[in-house]
C-alpha cells in the first residue's frame, strides 16, 4: 500500500514538473530565439529595418572630443549604422564641470536608449555610480581602469567596457629632450580630481628622473582657475610647459596658450588636435583613429551583446605633430628627426575664426550655417581657408581669455554669435573684420546707434525673437488666456531686452506677463518651479544663453505643473514645448556668410548695415499638444514665412 501511495506521488510530481515545464516552453523558446545570432548578421553590422538609439555623455566639447566621434560616426556608418537615419543620437555634456557629470549621466540612464557611450575617464567613474539601467561602452579614456572600470581589461564591471588610450608619455619626454637638451624644469597643470591625470603624471615623474627633469606642477579646481595657475607656472622659471589630457586644463587651452606664448614658453602637448590653436608641438594619440576603433564593441552592445563578455582593450596610434609657425615665432628649430612628420598645412587663402559663448542648439545651428554657408561659396575647409572655433561654456572668466587670444591672432574675418561674446569683442578687437550672428538686440549691446551707424569693423544678423508672433499664437490656442510667464537673465542684455519685447507684445494683446529672474543653471529650476505658483497659464520662455542652454529643467517643470511650455528655439519643439515660433538659426549662419562675402570682396563692416534673420517657422509637438489638452490653429501648423521686422526702434 505504501508502495502503491509512493508510486502514485511520483506520477504526480512527473505529470506536475511536465505541466510546467510545458508551461513555460514558449517563454524559454522566446528566450532562446532572442539570443541566436540573425542569420546574415555578424554581431557587428546594422539590423536592416532596426532603429537605434544611442545616449551620448562627454565633459565639454573640444577638439579631442570631435575627432574621436567623428571617427566612431564613421566606424558605425561602414557598419550600417548612419547618424540621423537608423541611428538616432542624445547627447548631453558636463560644461566642462566634473561636478555636473553625475546629474547628466543620472538623467541619461531615465532615457529611452540602447545603450550609453561614455566619454573621459571622469565620465567613467560618474557614469559607473549613476548608470543602473543601460550597458555602456566608454572611450577617450586614458585611464579607465583607475576610473573604476575594472581590476584589469578582462575583468571589469558587467555593464561597461570600452577602449583606452594611455599616452606616450616616455616619448613625449624623450621628444622635449631631443628638441631642449638644456631644458631641466617642466611645468604642468591639472585637476587633480581626474584619476587619469593623476596617473599620468606620476608615470611622467618616474620617467622624467631618468632624463634629469624636473616636474613643476600646479593643480585646479575648475576651468577658471586655469589661466591664473598657467601664469604662475611661466613666474616659475619652467623651461617648457607640457600639459597632459586633462579635460579641465583642455577646456580653457586657449588660455594655456596665450599665457604661454605671451611668455615666450614652448607648450607641448599630449593631444595632436590643439596643436593648430597655437601650441608648438604634441606628442600624442590619433583620437580619431581611437574612435573607429571603438565603432565595433558599440555596434556589438546596440546588437544586444552584454558587455560583461567584451574586453576592454587599449588602443594607441601615436601621433607627432608639429607647428612651423609658432616654432618660428620662438625661433626654434626642430631637429631633422622630426621634420619630416606631417604638419598642419601653412598655406590657407582665408584665416578664420568662430567664437560662441555657451554650447547651446542655437549655437550649433549657427555653426552648421556659417560652414555650409562656406562651403555654398566654393570654400572647402583644410584647403582654401582654416577655421578655429571657441566656446566660454558660459563662463565670464573664459570668454575674456577667448577675447585675449583672439584679439592677439591675425585674422582675416572673425565670425561670433551671442550677445556676450561680441560685447567682449567689441571692446577689446578694433581693427579685424567681425561678423556676428545669433544677437537680438545689437543696439542695445553697445555694437552702434542704429542697424545703419554702427562700429567700423563689424556687421552682422540680428536673431530679435518675433514676440508678436508667439504671442498671437498662445491666444489662439488657449481662448481666454490671461497670464504668462518667463524667466530671464539679469546679467544678459538681450534677456533684458527680449523680455521688454515679450511684455510689450503681451500686452498689446490684453496679457500679464510674469517674470522670474535666475543666473546660474541651478537657479534656473528653482525660478521655473516658483513661477507656475505664480498663476501663468502657460510658458512663454525667451530664449537667453543661459536658459537656452538648460530649458530642458523649465520644460520637466511644465510637465510636472500641466502648464504648456510655448517657446522660441526649433529644437525646443521635438522635446517637449507645444510649439515654438523659432528664428531660423541656421540661417542666421548662412547670412552671416553672406555679409562675410562682401567683407572678403573689399566692403567695409562700416558701410554693411546690421540685418535681421531671413526666416522665422512656427514648429509644433502634437504629442504635447494631446498631452495638455491644446489644439494649435491650421494656419500656424508647418508655417514658414519671411521675417517681420517688428522691431523698428533698433534701426
Known amino acids: 500500500m505504501k508502495i502503491l501511495k509512493i508510486l502514485n506521488g511520483i506520477v504526480a510530481l512527473a505529470l506536475a514538473g511536465s505541466i510546467l515545464l510545458f508551461s513555460d516552453w514558449e517563454n524559454r523558446e522566446a528566450k532562446k530565439e532572442k539570443n541566436q545570432p540573425i542569420a546574415g548578421n555578424t554581431g557587428e553590422n546594422a539590423i536592416p529595418g532596426k532603429k537605434y538609439t544611442i545616449g551620448l555623455t562627454y565633459f565639454g566639447p573640444d577638439a579631442t572630443l570631435d575627432a574621436t566621434l567623428a571617427g566612431l560616426w564613421d566606424g558605425l556608418k561602414e557598419l550600417g549604422f548612419t547618424k540621423d537615419s537608423n541611428l538616432k543620437v542624445i547627447a548631453q555634456h558636463a560644461n566642462g564641470e566634473i561636478g555636473n557629470l553625475q546629474p547628466i549621466h543620472l538623467n541619461m540612464d531615465n532615457q529611452p536608449?540602447?545603450?550609453?557611450?561614455?566619454?573621459?575617464?571622469?565620465?567613467?567613474?560618474?557614469?559607473?555610480?549613476?548608470?543602473?539601467?543601460?550597458?555602456?561602452?566608454?572611450?577617450?579614456?586614458?585611464?579607465?581602469?583607475?576610473?573604476?572600470?575594472?581590476?584589469?581589461?578582462?575583468?571589469?564591471?558587467?555593464?561597461?567596457?570600452?577602449?583606452?588610450?594611455?599616452?606616450?608619455?616616455?616619448?613625449?619626454?624623450?621628444?622635449?629632450?631631443?628638441?631642449?637638451?638644456?631644458?631641466?624644469?617642466?611645468?604642468?597643470?591639472?585637476?587633480?580630481?581626474?584619476?587619469?591625470?593623476?596617473?599620468?603624471?606620476?608615470?611622467?615623474?618616474?620617467?622624467?628622473?631618468?632624463?634629469?627633469?624636473?616636474?613643476?606642477?600646479?593643480?585646479?579646481?575648475?576651468?577658471?582657475?586655469?589661466?591664473?595657475?598657467?601664469?604662475?607656472?611661466?613666474?616659475?622659471?619652467?623651461?617648457?610647459?607640457?600639459?597632459?589630457?586633462?579635460?579641465?586644463?583642455?577646456?580653457?587651452?586657449?588660455?594655456?596658450?596665450?599665457?604661454?606664448?605671451?611668455?615666450?614658453?614652448?607648450?607641448?602637448?599630449?593631444?595632436?588636435?590643439?596643436?593648430?590653436?597655437?601650441?608648438?608641438?604634441?606628442?600624442?594619440?590619433?583620437?580619431?583613429?581611437?574612435?573607429?576603433?571603438?565603432?565595433?564593441?558599440?555596434?556589438?552592445?546596440?546588437?544586444?551583446?552584454?558587455?560583461?563578455?567584451?574586453?576592454?582593450?587599449?588602443?594607441?596610434?601615436?601621433?607627432?605633430?608639429?607647428?612651423?609657425?609658432?616654432?618660428?615665432?620662438?625661433?626654434?628649430?626642430?631637429?631633422?628627426?622630426?621634420?619630416?612628420?606631417?604638419?598642419?598645412?601653412?598655406?590657407?587663402?582665408?584665416?578664420?575664426?568662430?567664437?560662441?559663448?555657451?554650447?547651446?542648439?542655437?549655437?550649433?545651428?549657427?555653426?552648421?550655417?556659417?560652414?555650409?554657408?562656406?562651403?555654398?561659396?566654393?570654400?572647402?575647409?583644410?584647403?582654401?581657408?582654416?577655421?578655429?572655433?571657441?566656446?566660454?561654456?558660459?563662463?565670464?572668466?573664459?570668454?575674456?581669455?577667448?577675447?585675449?587670444?583672439?584679439?592677439?591672432?591675425?585674422?582675416?574675418?572673425?565670425?561670433?554669435?551671442?550677445?556676450?561674446?561680441?560685447?567682449?569683442?567689441?571692446?577689446?578687437?578694433?581693427?579685424?573684420?567681425?561678423?556676428?550672428?545669433?544677437?537680438?538686440?545689437?543696439?542695445?549691446?553697445?555694437?552702434?546707434?542704429?542697424?545703419?551707424?554702427?562700429?567700423?569693423?563689424?556687421?552682422?544678423?540680428?536673431?530679435?525673437?518675433?514676440?508678436?508672433?508667439?504671442?498671437?499664437?498662445?491666444?489662439?490656442?488657449?481662448?481666454?488666456?490671461?497670464?504668462?510667464?518667463?524667466?530671464?537673465?539679469?546679467?544678459e542684455i538681450n534677456s533684458v531686452a527680449y523680455v521688454e519685447g515679450l511684455k510689450s507684445a503681451a500686452e498689446k494683446r490684453g496679457l500679464t506677463l510674469i517674470t522670474v529672474p535666475a543666473n546660474t543653471a541651478t537657479e534656473v529650476a528653482d525660478a521655473a518651479q516658483a513661477i507656475t505658483s505664480r498663476g501663468i497659464e502657460a510658458f512663454t520662455q525667451i530664449s537667453d544663453n543661459l536658459t537656452g542652454s538648460c530649458y530642458s529643467s523649465i520644460i520637466r517643470e511644465s510637465y510636472k505643473s500641466k502648464i504648456p511650455y510655448f517657446g522660441f528655439v526649433s529644437d525646443q519643439a521635438k522635446n517637449g514645448a507645444v510649439a515654438v515660433v523659432a528664428r531660423d538659426y541656421y540661417s542666421a549662419g548662412i547670412d552671416a556668410v553672406e555679409l562675410a562675402m562682401k567683407v572678403l570682396n573689399g566692403k567695409s563692416p562700416a558701410d554693411i548695415p546690421f540685418k535681421f534673420v531671413s526666416k522665422t517657422s512656427v514648429k509644433v509637438n502634437k504629442e504635447a499638444m494631446k498631452y495638455f489638452n491644446i489644439s494649435i490653429p491650421d494656419k500656424f501648423l508647418n508655417q514658414e514665412e519671411q521675417v517681420i521686422k517688428q522691431v523698428e526702434n533698433l534701426k
Not at 582657475?225 to 616659475?236: D, G, I, P, S, W
Not at 590643439?274 to 608648438?280: E, K, M, N, S, T
Open 113 to 491: 536608449v540602447d545603450m550609453i557611450v561614455v566619454t573621459s575617464t571622469p565620465g567613467i567613474t560618474a557614469a559607473i555610480s549613476a548608470v543602473k539601467n543601460h550597458p555602456m561602452v566608454f572611450t577617450m579614456s586614458y585611464t579607465p581602469l583607475e576610473a573604476g572600470a575594472g581590476n584589469s581589461y578582462s575583468d571589469h564591471l558587467p555593464n561597461i567596457t570600452g577602449v583606452g588610450s594611455f599616452p606616450p608619455v616616455e616619448r613625449t619626454f624623450n621628444f622635449i629632450k631631443d628638441l631642449f637638451p638644456e631644458a631641466k624644469r617642466i611645468g604642468t597643470l591639472y585637476n587633480s580630481s581626474e584619476a587619469n591625470s593623476v596617473k599620468v603624471v606620476k608615470t611622467a615623474k618616474d620617467y622624467m628622473k631618468l632624463k634629469d627633469l624636473e616636474l613643476i606642477e600646479t593643480t585646479v579646481v575648475n576651468t577658471s582657475e586655469v589661466y591664473q595657475a598657467a601664469t604662475a607656472l611661466c613666474m616659475r622659471n619652467i623651461d617648457v610647459m607640457w600639459v597632459t589630457g586633462d579635460n579641465t586644463a583642455l577646456q580653457a587651452i586657449h588660455g594655456i596658450i596665450k599665457v604661454c606664448r605671451d611668455n615666450k614658453i614652448p607648450l607641448i602637448l599630449n593631444d595632436v588636435d590643439y596643436v593648430d590653436q597655437g601650441a608648438l608641438a604634441a606628442v600624442g594619440i590619433g583620437w580619431y583613429k581611437t574612435g573607429s576603433q571603438t565603432a565595433p564593441i558599440v555596434a556589438r552592445v546596440l546588437n544586444g551583446e552584454s558587455p560583461a563578455g567584451i574586453p576592454i582593450i587599449n588602443y594607441v596610434e601615436e601621433d607627432i605633430k608639429l607647428n612651423f609657425e609658432v616654432a618660428k615665432e620662438l625661433n626654434i628649430t626642430f631637429p631633422d628627426i622630426y621634420r619630416s612628420i606631417k604638419t598642419p598645412e601653412s598655406e590657407k587663402i582665408y584665416k578664420f575664426c568662430l567664437a560662441h559663448y555657451v554650447d547651446s542648439p542655437n549655437t550649433d545651428e549657427v555653426e552648421k550655417g556659417i560652414k555650409d554657408g562656406l562651403k555654398n561659396n566654393g570654400f572647402i575647409e583644410g584647403k582654401n581657408y582654416s577655421l578655429k572655433i571657441f566656446n566660454a561654456q558660459g563662463d565670464v572668466s573664459t570668454l575674456n581669455s577667448i577675447t585675449e587670444v583672439v584679439g592677439s591672432d591675425k585674422w582675416d574675418l572673425i565670425f561670433a554669435s551671442s550677445t556676450p561674446t561680441m560685447q567682449s569683442f567689441s571692446k577689446k578687437i578694433k581693427q579685424t573684420p567681425i561678423v556676428f550672428s545669433n544677437v537680438g538686440d545689437p543696439v542695445r549691446a553697445g555694437l552702434g546707434e542704429s542697424f545703419t551707424k554702427h562700429l567700423s569693423n563689424l556687421t552682422g544678423i540680428s536673431t530679435m525673437s518675433d514676440f508678436d508672433g508667439l504671442v498671437n499664437l498662445v491666444i489662439e490656442s488657449m481662448p481666454g488666456i490671461k497670464i504668462v510667464g518667463t524667466i530671464f537673465t539679469p546679467g
